[in-house]
C-alpha cells in the first residue's frame, strides 16, 4: 500500500506535471527546429511569439466571456484559439516582408539573423508589455479538473490523491493532434516535401523548380500556428505573463538542441527530457521516501536538489553538457 501511495505522490507531482510541460516544451521546440533547419537561423523571437499569439487568444477570450460565450467543461480560449493563430501569423508574415527578406536577399550570414531576431524579441515583447501588461493574467474557464485529488482518495482507498487539472489533459491531446498532423502535413502533402527538399539541399531545391518564397511562407505560417498554440496551452496550465515567455526560450532552445535541432523527432524527446529533468530536480522528494524508506530512515529535510527558482538553470546545464559532448544532440540533427 505505501508502494502504491508512493506511486500516486510521484505520479502527481512528476509525472502529470511533467507530461504536460513537455508537451508545451516539444511544441515550442518543433517551431525553434523548422526555422533552424528550412530558414537556417535560431529564432530568438520564438518565446516573444508564443506570448503575442497568446495575448490576442487572451484578449478575443474575454470578450467572448464578455459576451456570454462559453465552451462547456472546456476554456473558452479553445474557441479564440484559431484568432490568436490568424493574428500570430500576420505578425510573422509581415516580420518576415519587412525584416528577414531584405537580409535573405542579401545572402546574410546567420549569425546576422540571430542579432536581428534579437531586435525582433524586443520589439514584440515590448508591443505585448503595452498591449496587455506586465502582470499575471489569468483565462481559464470551465471545468478545472478531470480527477480531483479526494474523489480519487475515495475510489481507491490510498492516502494520496492524484488530480489532473483539464488544461493538462487538453495539453497532452492537442499535443499528439498538433505533431501527428505536423508529420503528416511534412511526409505526405507536396508543400511538405518541399520544405524538406529545401531543409535537405537549398541549391539542388531551386533547380527543381520549388519556389523558395513560397517554403519560406509555410514555414512562418506553421512556426506560428505551433508557437501559438504551445502559448495558449501553457498559460491554461499555469498563467499569462509577458517574462515568464521570455524566459521559456531557454527550455525551448534546450530542448530543440538536445534532441538535435533540425529534427522534428528530437525536438519532441527533447522536450519531454528537459521537462523530467526540471521537474525531478526540483520535486521536494520527501513524501515520495517517507512511504518507500523504514521509519527510522525518514528524511527530515525536503530532500530537494534545486529550488524551483533555479528550474531553468537545469535546462542551461543540461544545454551546456550536451554542447560540450554531443553538439549534434540524441537525434543527430545539425550541429550549432
Known sequence: MDFLNALVAFTNFVGVPAIAYGSQLALGALGVTLIYSILRFSNFAHGDTMAFGTMMTILLTWLLQSWGVSFG????????????????????????????????????????????????????????RFVIGPGDQRFADGERFIIKARAFKEMTGLREGLAIKTSQGITVVAAIVVVALLFWFLNKTRTGKSMRAYSDNEDLALLSGIDPDRVVMYTWLIVASLATIAG?????????????????????????????????????????????????????????????????????????????????????????????????????????
Not at 96 to 121: C, E, H, I, N, W
Not at 316 to 323: E, G, K, M, S, T
Open 73 to 128: 467543461p472546456l476554456p473558452t480560449a479553445l474557441l479564440a484559439l484559431p484568432f490568436g493563430i490568424f493574428a500570430t501569423m500576420v505578425l510573422v508574415l509581415v516580420t518576415d516582408r519587412t525584416v528577414y527578406r531584405f537580409y535573405r536577399a542579401q545572402k546574410a550570414k546567420p549569425v546576422v539573423f540571430v542579432m536581428v531576431s534579437l531586435g525582433v524579441m524586443f520589439m514584440m515583447n515590448g508591443l505585448v
Open 232 to 336: 495558449v496551452l501553457y498559460g491554461l496550465d499555469k498563467s499569462f505573463k509577458p517574462f515568464t515567455y521570455f524566459q521559456l526560450l531557454l527550455p525551448i532552445f534546450a530542448s530543440a538542441i538536445v534532441g538535435g535541432l533540425g529534427s522534428p523527432q528530437g525536438a519532441i524527446a527533447g522536450g519531454f527530457i528537459i521537462a523530467f529533468s526540471e521537474v525531478t530536480i526540483t520535486y521536494a522528494w520527501k513524501k515520495v521516501l517517507g512511504y518507500l524508506m523504514p521509519e527510522h530512515l525518514e528524511p527530515d529535510g525536503l530532500v530537494q536538489l534545486l529550488s524551483t527558482d533555479y528550474k531553468f538553470a537545469v535546462s542551461f546545464a543540461i544545454l551546456i553538457i550536451v554542447l560540450l559532448f554531443k553538439p549534434t544532440g540524441l537525434f543527430k540533427g545539425k550541429s550549432v
